[in-house]
């Protein structure tokens, strides 16, 4: 059923201040008709994590003008799940659109990013969704240039669908100089930790997590090369995990 | 390099406490030098979270005699980036295996699950990664139908490797009359919340995160049917989030 004015859930894992969530505001309103719904509080690497061992809290607040706006106690993906279930009671919004996340998620940043996570549950939930993320995780991140795409590109999404159980990845480079997007791959890499060891006043050690981005990739059709070379990157994501290639292999093994 | 004795890495997300790590660490001592390091108290739902807004803790605990085990204060995903760069030092273990979990982890749930992210972050760095759950979710869960499957996949995945960047996910139906092993995929299937709305003393509604499993797949090679018939499942997982199959899809949107 179309309608003429598209509703859109916003989520994002920087908590509800965080500057890149009130530029996707300000751009989806240009589209629809907005419902904010973020964590009260900063939920980096949060990745998939649901809440499940202690109540969560939803609250109605008056942050933003013009924009019905909720905080929540939760992870990313709980306020997806709030959202769905206690807002939008079971009728859809049209389209999910995550961040904009100061921060790259790019390539295997997918699993750990609770601003893709909340992304992911709402294309479970299956609803068309869209996680946006630009390369400066700082809160003076400039997101100005990013938005005629991020704006281009979800009412793609809206005019087009998206292939059944998929959603979409899409990363800015930091520069004005955007050369256009490109349809990409996540690359392959890792994250090589070095955690940084200090002692507490006790002189007990406790451990900072740190790491190095670790490309094992020279492809050229890579989230990660379109980036280095000035492009939007989007990977289509899909949150089947099976690897249907390794079954055979599998079935090819004697068990005792 | 083949060595007599494999060295093998167990975490859970249930804690250093549960009942199925223990059984865990029992079954491996058959087969190799097993290292524990797991929460210091339950962390199930945390999917791939890590720990990057405050620091973590690391302690070496006699918590079972002639076993090293170690108590880690973050996720289940942080106890793999710890073990491998602290405690192994950059030396990887032979095989990362997690749980066994106390409640099933098929289908969707290899997402939300603390136990199966450690897997797939062994997997990530290389190490061959298997994440075991049954289905019993309470403290008294019986494994002890299961440990046979559990030494007897442990030494094939030793003896053949798995193919490049995937892991098994393996789970157990609670009967002691298991048919077998079945190689599966992932069943599609979601989960369908209601969120039990309370009162506080204050009058303030919170929310408890309640769900009810939905399944929208009647295929006979998935893990939900294989369980349903008493067979042990084991889906092959892989960390490549793309949906390859979509690249051409969007190629063929025309963006503005």
């Known amino acids: 059923m179309k309608k003429n004015k598209p509703t859109i859930l916003i989520v994002n894992d920087d908590g509800i201040t965080a500057p890149g969530i009130k530029a996707l505001m300000e751009t989806m309103a240009e589209i629809g008709r907005v419902v ?14 649901i809440t499940i061992g202690k109540p969560l809290r ?6 933003y003008d013009g924009f019905e706006t909720y905080s929540c106690s939760g992870t990313p ?5 709030l959202a769905v279930n206690l807002i939008f009671k079971g009728q859809k919004p049209d389209l999910c659109v995550s961040g904009i996340n100061h921060g790259l998620n790019n390539s295997i940043n997918v699993l750990y990013s609770g601003t893709m996570s909340a992304a992911v549950e709402g294309a479970i939930e299956g609803i068309p969704s ?17 938005l005629k795409y ?5 009412l793609q ?16 480079p930091n520069t004005a100089d955007l050369k256009g997007i490109k349809i990409c791959r996540q690359a392959r890499a890792k994250w090589a930790e070095e955690f940084d060891e200090r002692l507490d006043p006790h002189k007990r050690p406790y451990y900072w997590l740190t790491g190095v981005f670790q490309l ?9 090369w379109a980036l280095d070379h000035g492009y939007v990157s989007i990977v289509p994501v899909q949150f089947d ?10 079935n090819g093994w004697k068990f005792n």
């Open 150 to 154: 991020v704006k281009e590109i979800a």
């Open 130 to 146: 869209i996680g946006y993320s630009l390369d400066d995780f700082t809160l003076q991140a400039n997101f100005s240039h990013a």
């Open 36 to 49: 904010v719904v973020a964590p009260d509080s900063p939920q980096s690497g949060m990745g998939h994590a």
């Open 157 to 172: 999404v809206l005019a087009n669908g998206l292939p059944t159980a998929t959603l979409l990845n899409v990363n800015f």
């Open 77 to 81: 993906v709980d306020c997806v799940k």
């Open 58 to 63: 939803l609250d109605k607040v008056e942050l």
């Open 216 to 224: 094992d990739d020279q492809g050229e059709d890579t989230d990660v």
């Open 241 to 250: 995990m099976t690897a249907h290639h390794a079954i055979a292999v599998l």
